[in-house]
């Protein structure tokens, strides 16, 4: 099985996995039994991180179901009550929502209430939870980001040699790249992500007269699985193996300075290539998500022509760019 069909293989069976996954929800019961009846008709707007998800009169309660992990819910949208709620899994949460008549304002209170002192006061309510279940789900599918990640090369090559005889190397694989990325998630479990970036890698040690470098063009994609860690949902380990197409691939020696130097710009074809990557993914809040972890990158490149001369190291004429990475992003959801 060649490159292309291994990747539209691993393409096919995250796709045929992301079918099947089932995401777990969390019951949220909010209800009030406001012992008053001054402005018991008024209706209390209740929202989940921002987004309504019912209403709620006196001597009522109502139900909604959110992904699990933790949400801000809100009463009101002017001089709002809040409180942070974090959940487990398949569980339900009871919130009684009451003004608080012993105070001046009578202001909201949100209170967490145990499932037992709850379904005791709930069952004298007049009204019933909709039949319909509302479950609220932030889809925040998209995300843009930019990508960072400096990497050591495993493959070298000897360029030159300084006066006190140290070898000075350079690696296809190494250097650093940077770029921009666009995702998608298919579920809270598996998505893709694609990005363009460009890649640098120069010579070690460096050296003041002389410069060698080797630039690159990558495009990428990569189809990935997450692992939620333990109950906290925003938090996940990222697993991935894509495949790369790299371009505009050519060698820049300045060597003059030196005896038997040259200058000289050497080409190189256009290559596909994979990479495996393994992160650390958590949220910041918002909007904002963040990677952090490593990345195995491997492609092998084909020299074409140069202006002058012709390298005759296999090591140049059919090198090797594999390398290990630190993969850190910053992206965000929409």
């Known amino acids: 099985m060649n490159l292309k069909n291994l990747y539209y293989s691993l393409v096919g069976l995250f796709c045929f996995i992301n079918l099947s996954a089932q995401l777990p929800y969390e019951k949220i019961i909010v209800y009030r039994n406001e012992p008053v009846h001054e402005r018991e008709d008024e209706t209390y707007l209740i929202f989940a991180n921002e987004t309504l998800t019912t209403t709620l009169k006196n001597n009522t ?5 959110m992904p699990g992990g933790s949400f801000t819910l809100q009463v009101s949208e002017v001089f709002p009550t809040k409180k942070d709620v974090a959940c487990q899994y398949g569980r339900s949460y009871y919130y009684r929502i009451n003004r608080n008549v012993n105070l ?26 909709a039949i319909k279940k509302n479950i609220i789900k932030f889809d925040r599918r998209n995300s843009f980001g930019v990508v960072f990640e400096p990497g050591v090369g495993f493959e070298k090559v000897g360029m030159l040699s300084t006066t006190v005889g140290t070898q000075v190397m350079h690696s296809f694989g190494g250097g650093v790249a940077f770029g921009l990325s666009y995702g998608y998630r298919f579920s809270d479990y598996f998505g893709f992500v694609s990005a363009f970036s460009k890649q640098f890698s120069v010579l070690s040690p460096r050296v003041t007269n002389a410069s060698v470098v080797f630039d690159q063009g990558v495009f990428s994609t990569t189809p990935y699985f997450t692992i939620p860690l333990m109950k906290r949902y925003e938090q996940k ?8 197409y790299r371009f505009g691939a050519d060698l820049e020696i300045e060597t003059e300075k030196l005896e038997d130097g040259f200058n000289d710009i050497w080409k190189y074809k256009n ?7 393994a992160a650390y993914e958590w949220e910041l809040g918002g909007n904002m998500r963040m990677h952090g972890g490593f990345k195995y990158n491997d492609a092998r490149f084909s020299y074409v022509w140069s202006e002058q ?5 296999p090591k140049l004429k059919s090198p090797h760019a594999n ?5 850190v992003g910053l992206e965000y959801l929409f």
């Open 61 to 65: 309660y109502q139900e909604f179901y």
């Open 104 to 129: 001046t304002d009578k202001s909201i209170t949100i209170v967490a209430v145990d499932s037992l002192a709850a379904a005791n006061e709930i069952k004298y309510l007049k009204s019933t939870v």
């Open 237 to 244: 380990i990222k697993l991935g193996v894509g495949l790369d």
């Open 271 to 277: 290559a596909f290539g994979y990479h495996i990557l």
């Open 309 to 313: 001369y012709t390298p005759l190291d």
């Open 323 to 327: 390398s290990l990475s630190v993969s």
